[in-house]
């Protein structure tokens, strides 16, 4: 018997809004977006800075709450929960990547990989935490480096330990907050590279960048301004980091024989 396929969007947004109140001033951070995401997507957020990108990205995550509209995640309304639900779905349903890797310093690579564990229900026993992490750091080709610490490792392992971080607790959607930031652009095409991999695994992520040549590698690319959505299209013609990657090695082996 066949399993049912969920064709349900991962992400449903309706008329979303975020109002801050800053003194006096009233801010509309993000002005009824209504938006779906699908499962397998690999969506780019773009914008200037206060274009609300970054608003919408942590509403997505539901670490701030919308003042407007409606929110479902996995079908899930965000705003019907309390504190202790949404931490709950969060460590469920989301895995997060930040620009600045968010690692402990004096923690090992296999130590910064079980952490969301800790916070899992139930409880995920110590011996699956460690098979767990040691298989997901395997998948983001750090097999080697589990006992490493982040001082001993580049620009790039310590971003795919975040990964690796990101997806140990198996969830529906990552959400990548310029993960290539602080990277160079060798690495960030390899980083790119690893996202279409787990992309293409079924894995939906959204990432938000203001560069388009990282945006450049995803299946869809949203444009916002002023807090509203004022263009969302399909990338047809994708890069693909492994053909990129090809060609870099290509040139820099032809300048080491010139």
Same mark, same amino acid.
């Given at each position: 018997?066949?399993?049912?396929?969920?064709?349900?969007?991962?992400?449903?947004?309706?008329?979303?809004?975020?109002?801050?109140?800053?003194?006096?001033?009233?801010?509309?951070?993000?002005?009824?977006?209504?938006?779906?995401?699908?499962? %397998?997507?690999?969506?780019? =957020?773009?914008? $200037?800075?206060?274009?609300?990108?970054?608003?919408?990205?942590?509403?997505?995550?539901?670490?701030?709450?919308?003042?407007?509209?409606?929110?479902?995640?996995?079908?899930?309304?965000?705003?019907?929960?309390?504190?202790?639900?949404?931490?709950?779905?969060?460590?469920?349903?989301? %895995?997060?990547?930040?620009?600045?890797?968010?690692?402990?310093?004096?923690?090992?690579?296999?130590?910064?990989?079980?952490?969301?564990?800790?916070?899992? @229900?139930?409880?995920?026993?110590?011996?699956?935490?460690?098979?767990? $992490?040691?298989?997901?750091?395997?998948?983001? %080709?750090?097999?080697?480096?589990?006992?490493?610490?982040?001082?001993?490792?580049? %620009?790039?392992?310590?971003?795919?330990?975040?990964?690796?971080?990101?997806?140990?607790?198996?969830?529906?959607?990552?959400?990548?907050?310029?993960?290539?930031?602080?990277?160079?652009?060798?690495?960030?095409?390899?980083?790119?590279?690893?996202? @279409?991999?787990?992309?293409?695994?079924?894995?939906?992520?959204?990432?938000?960048?203001?560069?388009?040549? =990282?945006?450049?590698?995803?299946?869809?690319?949203?444009?916002?301004?002023?807090?509203?959505? =004022?263009?969302?299209?399909?990338?047809?013609?994708?890069?693909?980091?492994?053909?990129?990657?090809?060609?870099?090695?290509?040139?820099?082996?032809?300048?080491?024989?010139?």
């Amino acid at each position: 018997m066949n399993t049912p396929v969920n064709t349900t969007p991962v992400i449903q947004l309706r008329d979303l809004a975020k109002t801050y109140q800053t003194g006096e001033v009233e801010v509309k951070a993000v002005r009824g977006v209504t938006l779906d995401i699908q499962r %397998g997507d690999f969506m780019a =957020i773009m914008g $200037a800075s206060g274009s609300g990108k970054s608003t919408l990205m942590n509403t997505l995550g539901c670490l701030d709450q919308p003042t407007g509209g409606n929110y479902l995640l996995d079908g899930i309304a965000v705003a019907a929960l309390n504190r202790k639900e949404l931490a709950k779905l969060r460590n469920k349903k989301l %895995g997060f990547v930040f620009q600045s890797f968010n690692l402990l310093a004096r923690t090992s690579a296999l130590e910064n990989v079980e952490l969301p564990m800790f916070y899992s @229900q139930p409880l995920v026993p110590l011996r699956e935490r460690h098979h767990r $992490a040691m298989q997901t750091l395997e998948k983001v %080709g750090l097999g080697n480096r589990l006992g490493h610490y982040p001082s001993q490792l580049s %620009g790039g392992q310590q971003q795919r330990i975040a990964i690796a971080r990101a997806l140990v607790n198996k969830p529906e959607l990552v959400l990548a907050d310029e993960p290539t930031g602080n990277l160079d652009t060798r690495t960030s095409i390899e980083l790119m590279g690893l996202f @279409q991999e787990l992309n293409d695994s079924g894995i939906t992520i959204v990432m938000v960048t203001h560069e388009l040549d =990282i945006a450049a590698y995803c299946k869809r690319i949203v444009v916002m301004r002023d807090g509203q959505v =004022i263009s969302d299209t399909r990338n047809e013609k994708r890069r693909s980091a492994v053909e990129e990657i090809a060609t870099l090695d290509q040139a820099e082996q032809k300048a080491k024989l010139a």
